[in-house]
Each structure stands twice: as C-alpha cells, then as structure tokens.
C-alpha cells in the first residue's frame, strides 16, 4: 500500500471524527534510494504559541521496513481545544442593576474639620 494513500486515508478518518485539524508527517526512504519528508495537512493547526503547546497531541512511531525504517508523526488539534481568535461573551448573572444612593453628610464622621 502506499504511504500517500494511507495518510490521505488516516487524515480522513481524523477529520470525520470531529478533530478541528491534523498533521501527518512521514519520513524514510520513500520512493527513492533517497531520504525525504512529506506533511499531509488538513483542517488548521497552531504552529506556535500557547494553543500549540496545550492542546495539539502529538503521537511518533517507527517501523521497519524493506527499505528501511519509516518515521511517522500525527499531530491532531482537538474539537473543543479553544483558538485566540474566538471570543467568548459572557453575560451578566442577572438583568437587575443595584443603585446606591450617595449623600452629602454618608462619606463619614471621620476627617471633618
């Protein structure tokens, strides 16, 4: 099986699960005598900062194949992990708004002269 297919298929899979983005990175001897990289990316996924270091999970695996050994990588950015982009409005408890009346003579006996 080739090694596009499969990470198209894995992507697949990781999106139809409700994942916000995915990243699947595959190295080795792919179809040459010599090494290379391919990223297979879908969806978004933070490259840096605070969203990148809480909330992607990164998997790593090795196999051994024929050719020799094949390293892969799957990053996955979780549905209810939270982007700095969105802003989330909360509204207030209750609808009613106290007033305090303040007088002249209510600051208090202390300090008069």
Known sequence: VRHRRVAFWALRRIM??????GEIEISG????ARHRTEKYTAGI???????????VKVGKASIL???GVYGIKVKIYPPD???PEEIEVVAPESGR???????EGSEGT???E
Do not use: F, H, W
């Open 81 to 83: 992990a939270p982007m």
């Open 65 to 67: 194949l024929k050719p």
């Open 16 to 21: 139809e699960a409700g994942a916000r983005g």
């Open 110 to 112: 202390e300090g008069e």
């Open 29 to 32: 001897k792919l179809t040459s």
């Open 45 to 55: 996924m933070p490259k840096s900062g605070d969203p990148a270091l809480k909330y």
């Open 97 to 103: 708004v106290e007033v305090i009346e303040v007088g």
